[in-house]
């Protein structure tokens, strides 16, 4: 966005910012008053107005960002925490945490196995038994082109 020029804040505009600067990026406030995202991070600045994406994090923070960084997209941590995604990505790799590792491949002794429980047991039970989740083993079973037989009457 061009700059046109040194302009006075009125005090709406100064009450906008307030509002907004905590939990909103410089630069959609600035798209929106007319102003460059330096004009409102410097203003921001004068007020002594805090960025949530320039604060500290808290203990809490951290704990929401261990607990679900493993399963939650960078996109939807950084919405729930009021943070960018670039934050997000940056303290993920500070604190060392990995996505989830990709799943283990398969042994032939747990395919044969499912192939012997598929006929009389359940998904569920299959699953318990062999030890991977429900989803994996209907996967398996689907990718494996198994079907159960069905029964006349």
Known sequence: MKNPGWVLWSKDE???LKKLYKNTEAKIIAEQMGRTAGAVRRR???LGIQNKQHCPWSKKDLEILKKVHPT???RVIAETLGRSVKAVGAMAIRLGLRK???AVPWSKQEEALLRKLYLHKSCEEIAEQIGRPVRATRMKIFHLGLRKKKRKT
Do not use: D, V
Request: glycine residues 8%.
């Open 14 to 16: 100064i009450r906008l």
């Open 44 to 46: 921001a600045g004068k």
């Open 72 to 74: 939650e997209k960078f």
């Open 100 to 102: 989830q590792k990709a």
